[in-house]
């Protein structure tokens, strides 16, 4: 089976641009979830998505979006880039439970220039 | 609030033991994940211990959990130049499906 795969893998963008980052979960699985890894940090909560509602989002403005399609991809956007959003973006895919493992993909570096 | 901290750096020779280190805060946390990070990767998912447990052994890798105190830990017995990475440990927090608070990340670096 295939693991969570995300799209592209690195993108170059110039301030006040836009991005939109792709992920397709594992199959059978409901829930994406998004993360954005600064270089020497931790992975931050974005977003959760479960069956194409938004369940949970973390403390990022609203410059990010994202959404859920009925195949359960999932696409991030970014609007009105700045150069802090230069980060590696992770996707990460489970069931939808409560207290489930997470499984991520290789993630999308994004550099801001 | 929310917060899981970790030391930064710990550096081992090949064939001993590691231990890396978390506090956390949220004693609600269910579950608490250690992943592995290695270079321009995703994050893998290494092993994981439900809160009512103390200890939880998988092949090299030994979890201890000291609830009182907020406290795990990660032992690698027999540490191997492949097992250089950083190591995150994450907190389930308060049931949020989907919503890990992940620490800082320990770099472990293994001489041969």
């Known amino acids: 089976d295939a693991g969570v795969t995300q799209s592209p893998t690195h993108l170059i963008k110039t301030r006040g641009q836009h991005v939109t980052l792709r992920c397709s979960p594992i199959s059978g699985h409901k829930s994406v979830s998004w993360y954005q890894q600064v270089l020497g940090q931790g992975p931050q909560f974005i977003f959760q998505?479960?069956?194409?509602?938004?369940?949970g989002r973390g403390n990022f403005p609203d410059r990010f979006s994202a959404r859920q399609f009925p195949n359960y991809s999932s696409e991030l956007n970014v609007n009105a880039l700045l150069l802090g959003d230069s980060a590696l973006y992770l996707c990460a895919s489970s069931w939808g439970t409560p207290n489930e493992k997470l499984f991520f993909g290789s993630g999308t570096q994004l550099s801001v220039l | 609030g929310e917060d899981v901290e970790q030391s930064l750096f710990l550096s081992v020779r090949e064939g001993d033991s590691s231990v890396i280190n978390c506090t956390y805060t949220d004693s609600s946390s269910t579950y608490l994940y250690w992943y592995k990070q290695e270079p321009g990767a995703g994050l893998q998912l290494l092993t994981y211990i439900f809160s009512n447990m103390d200890m939880k052994q998988d092949q090299r890798l030994t979890v201890l959990l000291n609830k009182k105190d907020k406290h795990l830990s990660l032992r690698i017995a027999d540490t191997q130049t492949g097992d250089s990475a950083i190591y995150f440990c994450?907190?389930?927090?308060?049931?949020?499906?989907?919503?890990?608070?992940f620490g800082q990340g320990t770099e472990l670096s293994v001489k041969p």
């Open positions: 998505y479960y069956e194409k509602e938004e369940r």
């Open positions: 994450a907190e389930s927090g308060n049931n949020q499906g989907g919503k890990l608070i």
